[in-house]
């Protein structure tokens, strides 16, 4: 199929400039940067696995600069308060009111460095933003920009003095990516090359946040056939059913699944959702909302372990034709 043929022809062109762009900034990731896309497009959030170095924060940057974005970063530590993240009210005497001092969470793009590092009071501040994309302080409600994305990151390999993530917020995380270490070839480019740095301040915005806006409506209109539908349900049901794990996908990573097979879709250039779109996003979007049996001592081999079963689970269930 042509992608001049298809209603998505136009927004998937305006995605394939952004993953252009972002690929010319972070070396040896494409999978993590259609990853990232995905979950702008599908107005999900994303947590990102991985060791230090490997270009997260690089990421997250590059992605609010090629849609003109704002960007904040918070960095997590355990002494943080949900005051510092959302915002505070303060008393104005000349208005002789209190008055709403926004946090850094007011932006479009926020990176939530290390979040593991602070206490689950505090990582409880960004659940109703990542849900409801708005934050309440003293009874009021705010509206936080749009689009908005949370992209959260945490170090696998690290347990001294961090607090886990609860299932609850793992469960708002549209997809769980990793970098993982270039290849030989991009990391002698970060060598030898231009500044990653330099390279991001000249880099100019690709599309404007209404674009994003447009490309997420345009998400929501790629067809789900009800064959896909059943294939999903399906894979959930199964891990629910493993014998392998002691928590199986809940309804909310159903639906998230359900948005983000739509926007990777319209990412490929395509009207229509595949199973191979359904396959492609199991791992990400489904092992980190899933509780194994026997649980190991890292993040890193529950991750690992969470993506083979998964993995397996997607081998033994009928492909829809």
């Given at each position: 199929?042509?992608r001049a043929e298809t209603?998505?022809?136009?927004?998937?062109?305006?995605?394939?400039?952004?993953?252009?762009?972002?690929?010319?900034?972070?070396?040896?990731?494409?999978?993590?940067?259609?990853?990232?896309?995905?979950?702008?497009?599908?107005?999900?959030?994303?947590?990102?696995?991985?060791?230090?170095?490997?270009?997260?924060?690089?990421?997250?940057?590059?992605?609010?600069?090629?849609?003109?974005?704002?960007?904040?970063?918070?960095?997590?530590?355990?002494?943080?308060?949900?005051?510092?993240?959302?915002?505070?009210?303060?008393?104005?005497?000349?208005?002789?009111?209190?008055?709403?001092?926004?946090?850094?969470?007011?932006?479009?793009?926020?990176?939530?460095?290390e979040i593991n590092r602070?206490?689950?009071?505090?990582?409880?501040?960004?659940?109703?933003?990542?849900?409801?994309?708005?934050?309440?302080?003293?009874?009021?409600?705010?509206?936080?920009?749009?689009?908005?994305?949370?992209?959260?990151?945490?170090?696998?390999?690290?347990?001294?003095?961090?607090?886990?993530?609860?299932?609850?917020?793992?469960?708002?995380?549209?997809?769980?990516?990793?970098?993982?270490?270039?290849?030989?070839?991009?990391?002698?480019?970060?060598?030898?090359?231009?500044?990653?740095?330099?390279?991001?301040?000249?880099?100019?915005?690709?599309?404007?946040?209404?674009?994003?806006?447009?490309?997420?409506?345009?998400?929501?209109?790629?067809?789900?056939?009800?064959?896909?539908?059943?294939?999903?349900?399906?894979?959930?049901?199964?891990?629910?059913?493993?014998?392998?794990?002691?928590?199986?996908?809940?309804?909310?990573?159903?639906?998230?699944?359900?948005?983000?097979?739509?926007?990777?879709?319209?990412?490929?250039?395509?009207?229509?959702?595949?199973?191979?779109?359904?396959?492609?996003?199991?791992?990400?979007?489904?092992?980190?909302?899933?509780?194994?049996?026997?649980?190991?001592?890292?993040?890193?081999?529950?991750?690992?372990d969470a993506e083979r079963?998964?993995?397996?689970?997607?081998?033994?269930?009928?492909?829809?034709?």
């Amino acid at each position: 199929m042509e992608r001049a043929e298809t209603p998505a022809s136009q927004p998937g062109s305006e995605s394939a400039a952004v993953l252009e762009a972002m690929r010319g900034i972070v070396a040896g990731a494409p999978d993590a940067l259609e990853l990232s896309l995905t979950a702008l497009m599908a107005n999900g959030q994303i947590l990102i696995e991985d060791v230090p170095g490997v270009g997260k924060t690089t990421l997250a940057r590059t992605l609010a600069r090629c849609i003109g974005a704002s960007f904040k970063r918070i960095q997590f530590t355990s002494d943080m308060l949900p005051a510092d993240i959302v915002g505070v009210s303060v008393w104005n005497r000349e208005q002789n009111d209190f008055e709403f001092k926004p946090g850094p969470i007011f932006a479009g793009v926020v990176l939530a460095d290390e979040i593991n590092r602070t206490t689950p009071r505090t990582q409880s501040a960004l659940l109703e933003a990542m849900s409801e994309h708005q934050v309440t302080v003293d009874g009021v409600t705010h509206e936080l920009p749009a689009p908005f994305l949370v992209i959260a990151t945490q170090n696998p390999l690290e347990h001294f003095g961090t607090y886990p993530l609860p299932e609850s917020q793992m469960d708002r995380f549209l997809v769980r990516i990793t970098l993982g270490y270039p290849g030989r070839e991009a990391e002698t480019d970060l060598l030898v090359g231009e500044d990653r740095q330099k390279l991001l301040d000249k880099l100019q915005p690709v599309v404007t946040p209404e674009a994003i806006l447009r490309l997420q409506q345009q998400a929501e209109q790629v067809t789900l056939t009800e064959p896909i539908v059943k294939y999903i349900l399906d894979l959930v049901e199964a891990t629910r059913q493993s014998e392998f794990l002691e928590l199986g996908v809940s309804p909310r990573g159903a639906i998230l699944m359900h948005r983000a097979a739509r926007a990777y879709a319209l990412l490929q250039g395509r009207d229509h959702v595949l199973p191979d779109d359904v396959q492609a996003l199991a791992g990400p979007v489904f092992a980190h909302r899933v509780l194994l049996r026997g649980v190991r001592d890292t993040l890193r081999a529950v991750r690992d372990d969470a993506e083979r079963v998964i993995g397996e689970i997607v081998g033994g269930v009928e492909v829809p034709v």
